[in-house]
Protein backbone atom coordinates (compact mmCIF):
# COMPACT_ATOMS: atom_id res chain seq x y z
CA UNK A 1 0.00 0.00 0.00
CA UNK A 2 2.83 2.68 0.89
CA UNK A 3 6.53 3.15 0.88
CA UNK A 4 8.15 4.43 3.34
CA UNK A 5 11.18 6.83 3.36
CA UNK A 6 14.05 8.71 5.48
CA UNK A 7 13.68 12.62 4.75
CA UNK A 8 14.88 15.20 6.48
CA UNK A 9 12.10 18.13 8.15
CA UNK A 10 13.53 21.51 7.11
CA UNK A 11 11.50 22.99 9.80
CA UNK A 12 12.63 21.28 13.14
CA UNK A 13 15.56 20.25 11.55
CA UNK A 14 15.38 16.51 12.20
CA UNK A 15 15.49 13.62 10.05
CA UNK A 16 11.59 12.32 9.88
CA UNK A 17 10.12 8.86 8.01
CA UNK A 18 7.75 9.64 5.60
CA UNK A 19 5.11 6.80 4.55
CA UNK A 20 3.75 7.81 1.09
CA UNK A 21 0.32 6.04 -0.66
CA UNK A 22 1.33 4.33 -3.26
CA UNK A 23 0.16 6.64 -6.73
CA UNK A 24 -2.31 3.11 -7.59
CA UNK A 25 -3.90 2.97 -4.08
CA UNK A 26 -4.90 7.10 -3.92
CA UNK A 27 -7.26 6.37 -6.54
CA UNK A 28 -9.01 3.49 -4.86
CA UNK A 29 -11.36 5.10 -1.77
CA UNK A 30 -10.82 2.50 1.00
CA UNK A 31 -7.53 2.26 0.65
CA UNK A 32 -7.49 6.10 1.27
CA UNK A 33 -10.19 5.79 4.13
CA UNK A 34 -7.81 3.17 5.80
CA UNK A 35 -4.34 5.27 5.53
CA UNK A 36 -5.92 8.18 6.86
CA UNK A 37 -7.08 6.04 9.29
CA UNK A 38 -4.22 4.60 10.16
CA UNK A 39 -2.88 8.10 10.73
CA UNK A 40 -5.33 9.17 12.95
CA UNK A 41 -5.51 6.41 14.98
CA UNK A 42 -1.88 6.19 15.52
CA UNK A 43 -1.98 9.72 16.22
CA UNK A 44 -4.19 8.93 19.33
CA UNK A 45 -1.26 7.01 21.12
CA UNK A 46 1.98 8.78 23.07
CA UNK A 47 3.92 6.41 24.80
CA UNK A 48 7.76 6.23 24.33
CA UNK A 49 6.89 2.85 23.27
CA UNK A 50 4.97 3.35 20.23
CA UNK A 51 6.35 4.89 16.89
CA UNK A 52 5.42 9.11 17.59
CA UNK A 53 2.98 10.64 14.64
CA UNK A 54 4.55 13.79 13.68
CA UNK A 55 2.33 14.81 10.80
CA UNK A 56 -0.05 13.56 8.46
CA UNK A 57 -2.16 14.99 4.83
CA UNK A 58 -1.83 15.28 1.27
CA UNK A 59 -0.14 17.64 -0.98
CA UNK A 60 -1.61 19.54 -3.77
CA UNK A 61 -0.10 16.92 -6.56
CA UNK A 62 -2.35 14.37 -4.71
CA UNK A 63 0.53 12.89 -2.39
CA UNK A 64 -1.11 11.19 0.51
CA UNK A 65 1.39 10.65 3.25
CA UNK A 66 2.63 9.99 7.03
CA UNK A 67 5.12 11.71 8.65
CA UNK A 68 7.11 9.35 11.90
CA UNK A 69 9.97 9.88 13.76
CA UNK A 70 12.96 7.89 11.97
CA UNK A 71 13.99 4.91 14.03
CA UNK A 72 17.52 3.51 14.25
CA UNK A 73 17.73 0.19 15.04
CA UNK A 74 16.40 -2.90 13.78
CA UNK A 75 13.09 -5.44 14.27
CA UNK A 76 12.64 -8.46 16.17
CA UNK A 77 12.27 -9.72 12.82
CA UNK A 78 15.73 -9.58 11.63
CA UNK A 79 16.92 -9.79 15.25
CA UNK A 80 15.34 -13.60 15.26
CA UNK A 81 16.26 -14.45 11.72
CA UNK A 82 20.24 -13.59 13.34
CA UNK A 83 19.68 -15.12 16.82
CA UNK A 84 16.98 -17.74 16.61
CA UNK A 85 16.17 -17.18 20.49
CA UNK A 86 16.78 -14.73 23.07
CA UNK A 87 17.65 -15.61 26.85
CA UNK A 88 14.45 -15.35 29.06
CA UNK A 89 15.55 -12.01 30.97
CA UNK A 90 16.11 -10.16 27.77
CA UNK A 91 12.80 -11.69 26.30
CA UNK A 92 11.00 -10.47 29.16
CA UNK A 93 12.30 -6.86 29.47
CA UNK A 94 11.36 -6.99 25.79
CA UNK A 95 7.86 -8.21 26.20
CA UNK A 96 7.29 -6.03 28.91
CA UNK A 97 7.93 -3.13 26.46
CA UNK A 98 6.08 -4.60 23.97
CA UNK A 99 3.08 -4.61 26.42
CA UNK A 100 3.46 -0.73 27.70
CA UNK A 101 2.85 -0.06 24.12
CA UNK A 102 -0.10 -2.22 23.55
CA UNK A 103 -1.30 -0.88 27.01
CA UNK A 104 -1.11 2.71 25.62
CA UNK A 105 -2.78 1.81 22.69
CA UNK A 106 -5.63 0.36 23.82
CA UNK A 107 -5.87 3.09 26.73
CA UNK A 108 -6.19 5.29 23.41
CA UNK A 109 -8.96 3.03 22.14
CA UNK A 110 -6.80 1.49 19.53
CA UNK A 111 -6.30 -2.37 18.53
CA UNK A 112 -3.26 -3.03 16.53
CA UNK A 113 -4.76 -6.49 15.04
CA UNK A 114 -0.82 -6.79 13.20
CA UNK A 115 1.15 -7.79 16.21
CA UNK A 116 4.19 -9.46 14.99
CA UNK A 117 8.14 -9.30 15.31
CA UNK A 118 8.65 -6.98 12.24
CA UNK A 119 6.55 -4.61 13.74
CA UNK A 120 8.57 -4.33 17.11
CA UNK A 121 11.39 -2.32 16.37
CA UNK A 122 14.59 -2.21 18.66
CA UNK A 123 16.40 1.35 19.56
CA UNK A 124 19.19 2.26 21.54
CA UNK A 125 17.38 4.78 24.19
CA UNK A 126 20.52 6.15 26.77
CA UNK A 127 22.49 3.10 25.90
CA UNK A 128 19.27 0.72 26.90
CA UNK A 129 17.36 -1.75 24.48
CA UNK A 130 13.81 -0.32 24.06
CA UNK A 131 10.52 -1.64 21.41
CA UNK A 132 8.64 0.87 18.96
CA UNK A 133 5.42 -0.58 18.17
CA UNK A 134 5.02 0.13 14.56
CA UNK A 135 2.65 -0.10 11.18
CA UNK A 136 -0.70 0.55 12.88
CA UNK A 137 -2.01 0.37 9.05
CA UNK A 138 -5.22 -2.33 9.95
CA UNK A 139 -5.66 -0.76 13.53
CA UNK A 140 -8.85 -0.41 14.34
CA UNK A 141 -10.59 1.61 17.33
CA UNK A 142 -12.92 0.20 19.88
CA UNK A 143 -15.47 2.21 19.09
CA UNK A 144 -15.48 1.52 15.28
CA UNK A 145 -14.92 -2.10 15.79
CA UNK A 146 -19.11 -3.05 14.79
CA UNK A 147 -18.43 -0.87 11.23
CA UNK A 148 -14.88 -2.72 9.93
CA UNK A 149 -15.40 -6.17 9.85
CA UNK A 150 -11.03 -7.13 8.99
CA UNK A 151 -12.39 -7.40 5.52
CA UNK A 152 -10.47 -5.31 2.36
CA UNK A 153 -12.17 -6.42 -0.46
CA UNK A 154 -14.23 -9.55 1.61
CA UNK A 155 -10.80 -11.09 2.74
CA UNK A 156 -9.43 -11.04 5.90
CA UNK A 157 -6.22 -9.06 6.54
CA UNK A 158 -3.50 -9.56 8.77
CA UNK A 159 -0.66 -11.81 9.15
CA UNK A 160 -2.37 -15.17 9.59
CA UNK A 161 0.65 -16.59 11.64
CA UNK A 162 0.14 -14.06 14.24
CA UNK A 163 -3.98 -13.63 14.31
CA UNK A 164 -6.07 -14.32 17.11
CA UNK A 165 -8.91 -17.34 16.42
CA UNK A 166 -11.59 -14.42 16.20
CA UNK A 167 -9.70 -12.43 13.97
CA UNK A 168 -9.08 -15.79 11.82
CA UNK A 169 -13.04 -16.17 11.81
CA UNK A 170 -13.48 -12.39 10.67
CA UNK A 171 -15.40 -11.83 13.85
CA UNK A 172 -15.21 -8.60 15.85
CA UNK A 173 -12.00 -8.29 17.96
CA UNK A 174 -10.95 -6.56 20.80
CA UNK A 175 -7.82 -6.13 22.83
CA UNK A 176 -7.68 -9.51 24.05
CA UNK A 177 -6.99 -10.18 19.98
CA UNK A 178 -3.59 -8.50 20.88
CA UNK A 179 -2.78 -10.51 23.64
CA UNK A 180 -2.86 -13.39 21.48
CA UNK A 181 -0.59 -12.27 19.39
CA UNK A 182 1.60 -11.21 22.35
CA UNK A 183 1.50 -14.51 23.47
CA UNK A 184 2.64 -16.18 20.46
CA UNK A 185 5.53 -13.63 20.32
CA UNK A 186 6.64 -14.44 23.54
CA UNK A 187 6.86 -18.26 22.75
CA UNK A 188 8.57 -17.30 19.20
CA UNK A 189 11.68 -14.97 21.16
CA UNK A 190 11.88 -18.25 23.79
CA UNK A 191 11.51 -20.85 21.16
CA UNK A 192 12.74 -19.66 17.87
CA UNK A 193 9.57 -21.28 16.34
CA UNK A 194 5.70 -20.28 16.42
CA UNK A 195 3.34 -23.33 17.82
CA UNK A 196 1.33 -23.74 13.89
CA UNK A 197 3.09 -24.85 11.20
CA UNK A 198 0.92 -24.91 8.05
CA UNK A 199 1.55 -24.53 3.73
CA UNK A 200 -0.84 -22.21 3.24
CA UNK A 201 -2.77 -19.13 4.73
CA UNK A 202 -6.01 -21.29 4.71
CA UNK A 203 -4.26 -23.44 6.55
CA UNK A 204 -2.63 -21.34 9.24
CA UNK A 205 -6.22 -19.92 9.87
CA UNK A 206 -7.63 -23.10 10.46
CA UNK A 207 -5.33 -23.79 12.80
CA UNK A 208 -5.14 -20.72 14.50
CA UNK A 209 -8.88 -21.85 14.68
CA UNK A 210 -9.13 -25.29 15.77
CA UNK A 211 -5.89 -26.59 17.25
CA UNK A 212 -4.58 -26.75 20.13
CA UNK A 213 -1.16 -24.92 21.03
CA UNK A 214 1.73 -27.07 21.67
CA UNK A 215 3.52 -26.56 25.46
CA UNK A 216 5.99 -24.43 25.16
CA UNK A 217 8.36 -27.14 26.87
CA UNK A 218 8.39 -29.11 23.77
CA UNK A 219 9.03 -26.41 21.44
CA UNK A 220 12.30 -25.60 23.21
CA UNK A 221 15.53 -26.37 21.68
CA UNK A 222 17.94 -27.97 23.58
CA UNK A 223 19.79 -26.60 26.41
CA UNK A 224 17.58 -23.47 26.10
CA UNK A 225 16.14 -21.97 30.28
CA UNK A 226 13.26 -20.81 30.71
CA UNK A 227 11.04 -20.94 33.87
CA UNK A 228 8.71 -22.87 34.17
CA UNK A 229 6.50 -20.34 35.08
CA UNK A 230 6.16 -18.79 31.68
CA UNK A 231 4.57 -22.22 30.50
CA UNK A 232 0.69 -21.40 32.20
CA UNK A 233 1.08 -17.48 31.05
CA UNK A 234 1.93 -18.63 27.36
CA UNK A 235 -0.97 -21.03 27.65
CA UNK A 236 -3.70 -18.57 29.00
CA UNK A 237 -2.77 -16.31 26.29
CA UNK A 238 -3.43 -18.45 23.70
CA UNK A 239 -6.49 -20.09 24.87
CA UNK A 240 -8.86 -19.55 21.91
CA UNK A 241 -11.82 -18.58 23.73
CA UNK A 242 -11.29 -14.62 24.19
CA UNK A 243 -12.90 -15.02 27.63
CA UNK A 244 -9.86 -17.30 28.52
CA UNK A 245 -7.28 -15.30 28.29
CA UNK A 246 -5.90 -11.86 30.28
CA UNK A 247 -8.24 -9.52 30.18
CA UNK A 248 -6.08 -6.68 29.77
CA UNK A 249 -2.21 -6.84 28.51
CA UNK A 250 -1.41 -5.35 31.78
CA UNK A 251 -2.43 -8.27 33.38
CA UNK A 252 0.31 -10.46 31.27
CA UNK A 253 2.90 -7.91 31.82
CA UNK A 254 2.18 -8.02 35.56
CA UNK A 255 2.45 -12.35 35.73
CA UNK A 256 5.61 -11.71 33.16
CA UNK A 257 7.04 -9.38 36.13
CA UNK A 258 6.28 -11.65 38.71
CA UNK A 259 8.01 -15.00 37.93
CA UNK A 260 11.17 -15.02 40.25
CA UNK A 261 14.53 -15.89 39.39
CA UNK A 262 15.95 -19.36 40.55
CA UNK A 263 12.73 -21.47 39.95
CA UNK A 264 12.00 -24.76 38.63
CA UNK A 265 12.85 -24.65 34.82
CA UNK A 266 11.08 -25.81 31.71
CA UNK A 267 12.69 -28.90 29.89
CA UNK A 268 13.46 -29.28 26.32
CA UNK A 269 10.46 -31.59 25.00
CA UNK A 270 9.44 -32.44 28.38
CA UNK A 271 5.29 -32.37 27.12
CA UNK A 272 3.57 -33.94 24.91
CA UNK A 273 1.71 -32.43 22.23
CA UNK A 274 -2.07 -32.92 24.53
CA UNK A 275 -4.96 -30.15 25.06
CA UNK A 276 -4.01 -27.76 27.91
CA UNK A 277 -5.82 -27.28 31.02
CA UNK A 278 -9.56 -26.09 30.80
CA UNK A 279 -8.66 -22.86 33.49
CA UNK A 280 -6.17 -22.35 31.36
CA UNK A 281 -6.30 -22.49 27.50
CA UNK A 282 -10.65 -23.29 27.12
CA UNK A 283 -12.33 -25.50 24.92
CA UNK A 284 -12.02 -25.33 21.10
CA UNK A 285 -14.03 -25.48 18.49
CA UNK A 286 -12.41 -28.60 17.12
CA UNK A 287 -14.05 -32.05 15.62
CA UNK A 288 -14.03 -34.45 18.20
CA UNK A 289 -11.54 -37.51 17.93
CA UNK A 290 -12.18 -40.16 17.00
CA UNK A 291 -12.49 -43.55 19.22
CA UNK A 292 -9.36 -46.11 18.62
CA UNK A 293 -9.99 -48.06 16.67
CA UNK A 294 -10.37 -52.03 18.32
CA UNK A 295 -8.18 -54.36 17.69
CA UNK A 296 -9.27 -58.22 17.82
CA UNK A 297 -7.65 -59.37 20.89
CA UNK A 298 -4.45 -61.60 20.66
CA UNK A 299 -5.68 -65.34 21.52
CA UNK A 300 -2.90 -67.97 22.90
CA UNK A 301 -1.94 -70.80 20.62
CA UNK A 302 -2.85 -73.21 23.16
CA UNK A 303 -6.18 -71.92 23.18
CA UNK A 304 -6.99 -72.30 19.30
CA UNK A 305 -5.75 -76.28 19.67
CA UNK A 306 -7.81 -76.55 22.62
CA UNK A 307 -10.86 -75.14 20.56
CA UNK A 308 -10.16 -77.10 17.72
CA UNK A 309 -10.20 -80.57 19.54
CA UNK A 310 -13.21 -79.75 21.02
CA UNK A 311 -14.54 -79.31 17.55
CA UNK A 312 -13.39 -82.12 16.44
CA UNK A 313 -15.37 -84.18 19.34
CA UNK A 314 -18.15 -82.36 18.72
CA UNK A 315 -18.08 -83.54 15.46
CA UNK A 316 -16.73 -87.34 16.19
CA UNK A 317 -19.99 -87.82 18.59
CA UNK A 318 -22.09 -86.09 16.06
CA UNK A 319 -20.79 -88.91 13.46
CA UNK A 320 -21.42 -91.54 15.82
CA UNK A 321 -24.44 -90.20 16.66
CA UNK A 322 -25.49 -90.30 12.53
CA UNK A 323 -23.88 -93.75 12.10
CA UNK A 324 -26.51 -95.22 14.85
CA UNK A 325 -29.16 -93.66 13.62
CA UNK A 326 -28.84 -95.74 10.20
CA UNK A 327 -28.40 -99.30 11.99
CA UNK A 328 -29.97 -102.33 9.81
CA UNK A 329 -32.63 -102.44 12.65
CA UNK A 330 -33.67 -98.99 11.89
CA UNK A 331 -33.61 -99.66 7.90
CA UNK A 332 -35.86 -102.50 8.34
CA UNK A 333 -39.35 -102.04 6.96
CA UNK A 334 -42.29 -104.12 6.96
Not at 192 to 205: E, V
Not at 251 to 267: F, H
Request: glycine share 8%; proline share 8%; aromatic share 6%.
Amino acid sequence: MASVYAAHDLVTDRRVAIKVLSEECCTRPPQVTRFLREARLHGRIHHPNVVEVLDFGSTKAGVIYLVMELLEGEDLGRTLARRSTLPWPRARELMLEICAGLGAAHRAGVIHRDLKPSNCFRVLVGGRESIRLVDFGIAVAIDEIGVDRLTLNEQIVGTPEYMSPEQARGERVDRRSDIYAAGLLLGQLLTGSLPFRAGTSSAMLAAQIYEVPPRLGSLLPPAVQVPAAVEPIYQRALAKQPDDRFAEVEELAAALRAIEPGGPLLLSGSYPRVRATPRLACETATVPAQPPRQRPPVRSPWIWAAAVAFALMIGAIGALALASSFSPDRLHTN
